[in-house]
């Protein structure tokens, strides 16, 4: 079962997540402070993190952008009060969900099979990816042939650059899946790439003027406020 670290310095509610989460069968790590949540992140390596915003020391902002320097572990905020969720929200931060307190157990626990869920697909479907070799996606009018590396579009082949190509390549394989900025730079760009997430919106901007009817009101490749895109073919 996956591992999941729980964050909050309120005992009551870092006792009823764990108990309800021990419930469902995940192993359940908890931290009541933000230097503890980073470290015991970094050792244990849990499947999700569920992160209080207010806590004592660096609070669940920083340790979310501590996270992610190294990490794609989905992400799930726990926020108290409106302006936390916008600040959530405005400074993409890499998380991948929120909920806002007070919520009820159900709504968390569907939050967490969702967010594992989503996390255990891309898994495999890399893998699948991997064993099958080549490919050949149809979108419409939008093809995209992986043996040639070539994107036709109404019939007639579109000029992309490597990485324009592998970021649609990648858009595609997951179609109807909301993908973070970071996970695009992590898959697309790989670990070792220097550059920030805006990389990842420049190249969504090439690739919208190449393949959208209006750019400015795209269709096949959507921003979903705060997280990331998502392909819709
Ligand atoms: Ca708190």
Not at 83 to 106: I, N, Q
Not at 200 to 218: G, Q, S, T
């Amino acid at each position: 079962m996956p591992t999941l670290l729980v964050v909050e310095d309120e005992p009551v509610l870092l006792e009823t997540l764990e108990y309800n989460l021990q419930r469902e069968g995940y192993q359940v790590l908890t931290a009541t402070d933000g230097w503890t949540a980073v470290e015991i992140a970094r050792r244990e390596r849990p499947d999700l993190v569920i992160l209080d915003v207010m806590l004592p020391g660096i609070d669940g902002f920083e340790v979310c952008r501590m996270l992610r320097r190294d990490s794609t572990v989905p992400i799930l905020i726990l926020t108290a009060r409106t302006e936390e969720v916008d600040k959530v929200v405005g400074l993409e931060m890499g998380a991948d969900d929120y909920v806002t307190k007070p919520f009820s157990m159900r709504e968390l626990l569907a939050r967490v099979r969702a967010l594992l869920r989503r996390e255990r697909m891309l898994r495999e479907e890399l893998a699948a990816e991997r064993a099958q070799g080549r490919e050949r996606l149809v979108f419409g009018d939008l093809v995209i042939d992986d043996a040639s590396r070539t994107v036709y579009r109404r019939g007639e082949p579109v000029s992309l650059k490597p990485k324009e190509y592998d970021l649609l390549l990648f858009l595609a394989r997951h179609r109807g899946m909301v993908l973070s900025r970071d996970l695009i730079l992590e898959r697309v760009w790989g670990w070792d790439f220097i550059g920030g997430s805006r990389t990842v919106d420049v190249h969504i901007r090439w690739l919208r003027e190449k393949l959208e009817d209006d750019p400015a009101n795209p269709t096949r490749i959507v921003t979903v406020r705060g997280v990331g895109y998502r392909f819709e073919g």
